[in-house]
């Protein structure tokens, strides 16, 4: 089985900054595609932001030039760097990851909350 564990949520005021991480564990052959996405109270998950095992990114509009999604292949670890936090980044944000191990499976973590005060 292969647990996607995400850490570093939390409250902080507006203009603040924080740094969310996501490890993969488990028989693990190789991941592709990670990911942050997030769900804000009454709306649907939406994408945040996704790296490429060969470091392309793609972000949502919304975070363009505040967020920087990152990774370690060595450590099965993706990283997404908040800052210039608004209250409107307020939700509970999901780690994806596509994992090979015999084959390709999508897979989500629990979610970390992330609360951004005004």
């Known amino acids: 089985q292969v647990q996607l564990v995400e850490s570093g949520g939390g409250l902080v005021q507006a203009g603040g900054s924080l740094r969310l991480s996501c490890t993969a564990s488990g028989n693990i052959f190789s991941i592709n595609t990670m990911g942050w996405y997030r769900q804000a109270p009454g709306k649907q998950r939406e994408l945040v932001a996704v790296?490429?095992?060969?470091?392309?990114?793609n972000y949502a509009d919304a975070v363009k030039g505040r967020f920087t999604i990152s990774r370690d292949n060595a450590k099965n670890t993706v990283y997404l760097q908040m800052n210039s936090l608004k209250p409107e980044d307020t939700g509970v944000y999901y780690c994806n990851a596509d994992v090979r191990i015999r084959f390709t499976i999508n897979y989500w973590g629990q979610g970390t909350q992330v609360t951004v005060s005004s």
């Open positions: 790296i490429t095992s060969g470091s392309v990114t």
